[in-house]
């Protein structure tokens, strides 16, 4: 969706490096959502963030939503091959109940 | 839960003909989305569904294309006539209800020839 947009479009990091991926949006978000896709497979929920400011972590990934709810990121501390894959966010825009997309970033970590 | 279930994993067919995907969504869950993904044009919703109506259907690229949901456990998306355009990998994905967390299906790979 061309209302949601990612960056960068795609990603190469050495193993053990950090990096951050952002996603956009010109709306507001009522809900945020990050995914994570292997090739071949399906979506797998990662976070959800709703409130302005709020911010989730898991293992070694944090995802953040500013406090004007129009921006988020996430953010890999400490890189592994594991975390290699399609990077989503989705939103519920405006409160539309409907889940769109942003057009995804493809990150390779190199041993 | 075994998740959500979509038929086939892969389809190929030749255009002209008409494709059926199924999906069962995971029970209890009131919403039910179906998606195409391309590498042109990323992951787009195509049809949304609450509580078995559909909601939003601007995301259906043409006529061709046509979604259903008959009861809570199963959706169709039919395609017909099927397009070499329209190969692509089609996601099913159902939610407790609007504004939560969606759970994916694995996918349909379908091939237009």
């Known amino acids: 969706s061309q209302e949601l947009e990612q960056s960068p479009q795609s990603l190469i990091v050495q193993e053990g490096k950090n990096l951050t991926i952002n996603c956009t949006s010109s709306k507001t978000l009522y809900g945020l959502y990050w995914y994570k896709q292997k090739y071949g497979e399906g979506l797998i929920f990662l976070m959800m963030?709703?409130?302005?400011?709020e911010e989730k972590s898991h293992e070694k990934i944090t995802a953040k939503l500013d406090e004007k709810k129009q921006q988020s990121s996430l953010h890999i501390t400490a890189s592994q091959p594991s975390h290699a894959g399609i990077y989503l966010c989705g939103a519920d825009l405006q409160g539309a109940q409907k889940l769109v997309f942003g057009q995804g970033t493809r990150l390779t970590i190199n041993p | 839960d075994a998740g959500v279930i979509q038929s086939p994993r892969h389809e190929v067919t030749e255009m002209g003909q008409e494709v059926t995907l199924r999906c069962k969504p995971i029970s209890g869950h009131n919403s039910l989305f179906w998606y195409r993904q391309t590498m042109m044009r990323g992951l787009e919703l195509l049809i949304y569904?609450?509580?078995?109506?559909?909601?939003?259907d601007s995301g259906m690229p043409e006529d061709r294309f046509s979604a259903k949901m008959p009861n809570a456990s199963f959706s169709t998306l039919k395609i017909q006539p099927s397009e070499p355009r329209d190969s692509a990998v089609y996601f099913c994905a159902s939610s407790p209800r609007g504004g939560t967390e969606a759970f994916f299906g694995q996918g349909t790979r379908l091939t237009v020839v």
């Open positions: 963030l709703q409130k302005g400011g």
């Open positions: 569904f609450n509580n078995n109506v559909p909601i939003d």
